[in-house]
């Protein structure tokens, strides 16, 4: 995810559009493919370009199960979320989607386990005691 100051209209359209998904995730009615059992999928955030024409959806399957296919059969079916956009949010145009996986999370647990490290934990301790 990036971290560029947005508007707050994009703040507002990008919110309206995550909750608006995961309204959709959670009425059942996704196409899924003949066979994939779809893992419980959380819509983290939704970036809005500032012409709100382009949408990044970031997603994380509970416990990431199936991470990589979720995430491709999410992309290739991207038409359908559009259409539920279309129909649930009040936009002059309902922005090209795009679903990308929440790394924020494994991102945080990475640096947990740096903090947690002898060497770093002495060097914090040290820094503290100046």
């Keep these: 995810m990036t971290h560029n100051p947005r508007s707050q209209r994009q703040l507002r359209v990008g919110e309206a559009v995550r909750h608006a998904l995961a309204s959709v995730l959670m009425r059942g009615d996704v196409p899924w493919p ?40 999410l992309n290739n079916i991207v038409g359908f979320f559009r259409h539920a956009l279309a129909e649930t949010v009040n936009l002059r145009y309902v922005p090209k989607l795009i679903f990308k996986m929440d790394t924020t999370f494994d991102y945080s647990q990475k640096i947990e ?8 934990a002495k060097d914090l301790a040290e820094s503290r005691d100046d």
């Design 34 to 73: 003949k066979g994939f059992k779809a893992p419980l999928i959380t819509v983290t955030e939704v970036e809005v370009s500032p012409d709100l024409r382009n949408a990044t959806a970031f997603i994380m399957p509970l416990g990431g199960k199936d991470a990589p296919d979720t995430l491709r059969i």
């Design 113 to 120: 386990r740096l903090l947690q490290e002898p060497e770093v």
